[in-house]
Each structure stands twice: as structure tokens, then as C-alpha cells.
């Protein structure tokens, strides 16, 4: 579901949920990919946003396991919170039934790309050193 605030809409209404967990001042070396295993291996696991990392400037997040429970899921996709797992499965389903495919097409090449590849039109790219505005 898109956001006009981008992410942050989204942490909002997922921590209103419960389902977002904060840690302030992790090590991006040796804390991060570590808590990220252990949240994604248990399932249903909360989301976790770490702020002021070690070593980068305020203001710079990571968010891992944003989409690791149907809440967070349903969220994501515009469904209903009170799903059960079969009711959204159900309900996913019938929604995706309705969805209209783009067909790949041309992707222009962004400004700032330094190197540039794409495989079946839009579907694959690979950007190395870009921003994509």
C-alpha cells in the first residue's frame, strides 16, 4: 500500500499494532545481522528498526522483518487486521484474482546511475552506485 510519507506512515501504524520493536545504538558489524537472523528464523517475530546505528550519522535506520507476520503483511497489502492466517490467505487470494499486471516495458536510465543492466524490461535491474529518485 503506498504511503505519501513513504516508510514512515507505515512504522507508525505497525508500532500502534505492537508489531515494531526499537534498539537504539546497535553495531552495524556484529548486532544487526544477528538479530536479524534470530527474528526471521522464529516466525511471527516482531519487526525491529534499529536507530542511530554505530558509526552513521542520525537519521540513518534499518528495518529487518518488516513483512514477517500477517499483520505486517496485511498492513503492507491494505487488508484487514483481524484475518486469521487462512482468512488472509482466503482474502489474498480473491484480492490478487483482481490485480492488473503491467507488462515489462523500457526502464530509462536514472540520473546518477553509474552502471546500468536490465533483463526482461523492467522486471531485473542491477544499479551499482545509484540512487533512484
Not at 33 to 39: I, P
Not at 109 to 133: E, I, P
Request: one cysteine or more.
Amino acid at each position: 500500500m503506498r504511503q505519501a510519507d513513504g516508510l514512515r506512515s507505515w512504522l507508525k501504524q505497525a508500532d500502534e499494532l505492537g508489531e515494531v520493536r526499537t534498539i537504539e545504538g546497535a553495531d552495524w558489524d556484529l548486532e544487526i545481522g544477528g538479530v536479524a537472523d534470530l527474528v526471521t528464523e522464529r516466525g511471527s517475530s516482531p519487526a525491529v528498526l534499529f536507530d542511530s546505528v554505530k558509526g552513521y550519522p542520525k537519521g540513518y535506520r534499518v528495518l529487518v522483518n518488516s513483512l514477517g507476520s500477517t499483520k505486517r503483511l496485511g498492513l503492507s497489502l491494505g487488508m484487514p487486521q483481524h484475518l486469521s492466517s487462512l482468512e488472509f490467505v482466503a482474502e489474498w487470494r480473491k484480492r490478487s484474482k483482481a490485480l492488473k499486471h503491467i507488462p515489462p516495458g523500457d526502464c530509462p536510465r536514472r540520473s546518477g546511475a553509474k552502471k546500468y543492466s536490465a533483463w526482461q524490461g523492467c522486471r531485473y535491474l542491477v544499479f551499482s552506485d545509484a540512487t533512484l529518485v
